[in-house]
Each structure stands twice: as C-alpha cells, then as structure tokens.
C-alpha cells in the first residue's frame, strides 16, 4: 500500500477517518462503494468539495472513509471535513482555498439538551387554566 494522508472531520455526532492515496479513484466508504452508502442525490457532489476548490480531479486519488455515528446529513458533512484536512496535509499550499471555501471550519451545532419540566429542549407542555 502507498502511502496514504488522514484527516478527521467532525459533525453532529458522526466522525469520518478519511485516507486519501494517490491511485485510481476508488471511492470506498465503510467497505462498500460511496455511491452505494451515500444515496441521497448530491452527498456525493458535496463531499467532492474539496477536490473542486484545489482544482483537482478526484479520478488520480483513492480515497477510502471509515465514518461512525450521527445521521445521513452529520456523515456526509464529517466526511467532507476529513476529506478537506487529508488533502491539506497532502500539500499545505491547498489550505487557503479549502479555508475560502469554508471546508475546514468545523460547524459546532449539535443538538440542544432536553430541559427538566420541558418535553424537549424548549417545548413547554401545553398550560391549562383550569
């Protein structure tokens, strides 16, 4: 195996392991094809980001993703991140079009804690007068 550049994204409750090796553009996540795992339209397109702020095809890399956790929305955006931090530490000169493209900055907003007295976060039970 070639050597390979790992990045970690972060979102929600996901977390993505991504490697990415120069190859032949294999695209594997969690053992199965990236098009069989991510199968909302566009997931695929929006992971990809990062290649088109470089500039670069991902057709020369292969890219394999270990990602746990969260929802399908918390995993597409983990693994973006960790595919952004694994192409930077491939060269560094990419950052600043990663940072301008906002693909590095990790979104903090996770899920708000539920409240004692409340049903959820905020929601109130309804008041009754009498």
Do not use: C, H
């Not at 890399?61 to 399908?72: A, P, Q, S």
């Not at 530490?89 to 007295?117: F, H, Q, V, Y």
């Amino acid at each position: 195996m070639s050597q390979y550049f790992e990045g970690i994204g972060r979102r929600k409750e996901s977390t993505a392991r991504v490697r990415v090796m120069t190859g032949a553009g294999k695209f594997v996540v969690n053992n199965k094809e990236a098009a069989a795992y991510f199968t909302r339209e566009g997931d695929i397109n929006d992971i990809l980001l990062a290649f088109a702020a470089i500039g670069q095809t991902r057709e020369s890399y292969d890219i394999t993703v270990v990602v746990t956790g969260g929802g399908v929305s918390g995993q597409t955006d983990s693994v973006k991140m960790g595919m952004a931090r694994a192409l930077v530490k491939m060269n560094i000169e990419w950052s600043s079009a990663m940072r301008k493209a906002g693909l590095l900055t990790r979104d903090a907003r996770i899920k708000e804690r539920k409240k004692p007295g409340l049903k959820r976060a905020r929601k109130a039970p309804t008041y009754t007068k009498r």
